[in-house]
C-alpha cells in the first residue's frame, strides 16, 4: 500500500511540477486538437509545457495527501482549488498582456457551461480528474524516481528543465512586450488554457 504520509521536499516537488506541466499541455493539446479536428500545438511558451497545471499540482498536493483517502471530497475541493487558480491566472494574464488567452466560449465541450470566457464547468471536472492522477499516481512516481536514479540525477534533470522552461519563458516574454513583434503572434495555433491565443 502507498503511504501518502512522506516529508516533502524541494526537488521532488520541482520534479512533479515539470511532469504535470508536461501532461498538461498533452492533454490541452490533445483536446484542442479533437475541438478543432487538426493538429495543434498548446503553450505561449512555445515548449512542450504548461506552467499553469505545474503549479496547480503544487498548490493541491498538501490537499490531496490530507484527504487522500476521501477521493470524493478531494475530487470536489481540488476541483474547485484549480478553477479558482485558473481564474486568477487568466486575469493576471489579461492585464499583464491586454490579451485574453483563452476563450471557452468557442470550444465544442465548453461553450455552454463557461463564466466569463476563462472557466467553465467541463474543465472544473476535468481538474478534478487529473488532480486524482497527480495525488494517486503522480506522486508516487516521482518518489519512485528518486528512489531508482538518486537524488543527483534527478536534481540534474531538474536544472535542465528549469533552463528549458526559463528560456522559453524570457523569449516568450520578450515577444510580447515588444510591439513590433506582437503582429507575430496573430492568429497563432500555439495556444495556453484552453482557446486560441486571442488579441
Keep these: ?17 515539470f511532469v504535470c506541466a508536461f501532461i498538461g499541455w498533452f492533454c490541452e493539446s490533445l483536446l ?9 500545438f498548446r503553450g505561449v ?14 498548490l493541491i498536493l498538501p490537499l490531496g495527501l490530507h484527504f487522500a483517502y476521501n477521493v470524493l471530497l ?13 481564474y486568477i491566472t487568466a486575469l493576471i494574464l489579461e492585464k499583464a498582456f491586454n490579451r485574453q ?22 474543465s472544473s471536472l476535468w481538474f478534478g480528474v487529473l488532480s486524482m492522477l497527480v495525488i494517486y499516481v503522480l506522486w508516487p512516481f ?19 528543465l528549469l533552463g528549458i522552461i526559463v528560456t522559453g519563458a524570457i523569449k516568450q516574454f520578450a515577444i510580447y512586450l515588444t510591439p ?9 495555433d500555439i495556444i495556453q488554457g484552453t482557446g486560441r491565443l486571442l488579441s
Design 1 to 17: 500500500m502507498i503511504s501518502f504520509a512522506i516529508p516533502l521536499y524541494m526537488e521532488k516537488f520541482t520534479f512533479l511540477f
Design 32 to 40: 484542442e486538437s479533437a475541438s478543432e479536428k487538426k493538429l495543434l
Design 101 to 122: 488567452f483563452w476563450d471557452y466560449s468557442r470550444l465544442v465541450f465548453t461553450q455552454n457551461c463557461h463564466y466569463k470566457n476563462r472557466i467553465a464547468l467541463t
Design 142 to 160: 516521482t518518489l519512485f524516481c528518486f528512489e531508482m536514479f538518486g537524488d543527483l540525477s534527478m536534481v540534474r534533470l531538474n536544472c535542465f
Design 74 to 86: 478531494l475530487f470536489l475541493l481540488t476541483s474547485f482549488v484549480c478553477t479558482v487558480l485558473e
Design 180 to 188: 513590433n513583434k506582437k503582429s507575430d503572434m496573430e492568429g497563432d
Design 45 to 58: 511558451l512555445r515548449i512542450p509545457f504548461c506552467p499553469t497545471f505545474g503549479f496547480g499540482a503544487l
